[in-house]
């Protein structure tokens, strides 16, 4: 897209918030007042406030004079309104900047800045979110957010007006995450989504009246790469069995969590506490404060990850606020590390020399994949997994099982 089109384009959005800069001639009459009137929206109050320049006109005596300076005060205000100036004046407030990194010179942690400016904007929609996700999910979501006020002020955009971010913007950032970056496209579709509940966040919560810069119709970028970890073929988990379980039975202990349970590797299980696992029911409770979805559920405990905990752990005897991984190699006060788990999984998958899409994630891919084979109904998976609506477990199901026939396999006519 050319130079000239974007700015066409950009101007044909705006005109939905916009009345551009024009002239009110009096029909003419030199006696009246003439003027430049534009209309502009306030995202503030969401009306639409008229704006008229009477300067100037008075002292020109001639109707080509007036005309001349008319077309002179309309460029300069579309200049400015395209430019993202707009005719209110901003009341000043300190803020605190949530995207900085600690110790950065490119954030400054406290700041001052136009309330409704996009930066301080930033800080309330992540307070906001904050209460309702995972604290990993938050940082993804600032993370996001920091890539994307970066852009901003590297195109020195960050004191503009939130009429200004339109499509065309959006666009450009995205284009230039997927060619810059390289980024997949999964990544790309993640940045559009956050962009998008943020400018939802501005006009539901915050009541800013202000339209969301993302369309339904949107390009598609960056590189199409399945990141999932893959699920592990029985004579792999058997390798890995036989490698870690004697080795690093800490380590095979939560392995055989995420498989059984589906349980997810991360925050989940790393700061599961034994109080949470109901050894005479047989079930594990994931509390709200913990669950990657913000809500407390339970799974059921098969009959062999029971026997692993009760009989080979005996975790039962355990003081129940220990968390089940503790340093040691055993339940204690404090939780492992984040990474822990995952980087001793990694020690050794590398040193099986085992494809690098096997991660520690995949021991819950292959639980799944596992009880889909042995005929488990789809909404027993989806329970089990977790899943808030069954269309998520089926194409879940697609994506990594397949669809099966037991008709197709064992009936297939020969040739």
Request: with cysteine; glycine share 4%.
């Amino acid at each position: 897209m050319s130079q000239l089109q974007k700015k066409n384009e950009t101007m044909a959005r705006k005109s939905k918030e916009i009345i551009w800069p024009h002239l009110n001639n009096c029909n003419g009459d030199m006696a009246k007042d003439w003027y430049v009137e534009y209309t502009i929206q306030n995202p503030a109050t969401g009306k639409k406030e008229r704006n008229r320049i009477y300067d100037g006109f008075k002292e020109l005596s001639s109707a080509e004079e007036r005309y001349a300076y008319a077309e002179t005060i309309i460029k300069e205000y579309t200049d400015k309104l395209n430019s993202g100036w707009r005719p209110w004046k901003l009341p000043m407030i300190e803020y605190e900047d949530v995207l900085a990194y600690k110790n950065s010179k490119t954030f400054a942690p406290k700041t001052v800045m136009g309330s409704s400016l996009i930066k301080p904007l930033f800080e309330d929609y992540i307070k906001w979110k904050k209460p309702l996700v995972a604290e990993s999910s938050l940082e993804d979501y600032r993370s996001k957010l920091r890539q994307f006020s970066l852009y901003l002020e590297e195109k020195k955009l960050l004191d503009k007006d939130l009429t200004f971010y339109n499509n065309v913007l959006i666009i450009e950032f995205l284009r230039t995450l997927s060619e810059d970056r390289d980024l997949a496209r999964k990544t790309i579709l993640q940045y559009q989504q956050v962009i998008f509940d943020f400018f939802n966040f501005l006009k539901k919560i915050k009541k800013i009246n202000v339209p969301n810069p993302i369309e339904e119709d949107m390009p598609r970028f960056g590189k199409i790469v399945d990141m999932a970890p893959a699920a592990m073929p029985e004579h792999i988990r058997n390798r890995l069995q036989k490698a870690i379980e004697h080795e690093n039975p800490q380590l095979w202990l939560a392995c055989c969590f995420v498989y059984y349970t589906a349980i997810r590797p991360g925050t989940e299980l790393r700061l599961m506490k034994i109080k949470q696992i109901n050894f005479e029911a047989r079930t594990i409770t994931v509390i709200n404060e913990i669950s990657k979805n913000k809500r407390t559920e339970t799974v059921d405990m098969p009959n062999e990850l029971h026997r692993i905990i009760v009989d080979e752990w005996q975790l039962h005897k355990y003081d129940s606020e220990m968390f089940v991984f503790g340093p040691n190699g055993k339940p204690g006060a404090q939780p492992l590390g984040e990474n822990t788990m995952r980087e001793r999984f990694n020690k050794y998958r590398d040193r099986l020399n085992l494809p690098k899409d096997i991660k520690y994630y995949s021991w819950k891919h292959s639980g799944a994949q596992e009880l889909a084979i042995a005929g488990v109904n789809t909404y027993e998976l989806q329970r089990h997994l977790r899943h808030r609506e069954l269309a998520t477990t089926e194409s879940y199901l697609r994506k990594r099982i397949g669809q099966r026939s037991d008709s197709i396999r064992n009936n297939f006519p020969a040739i």
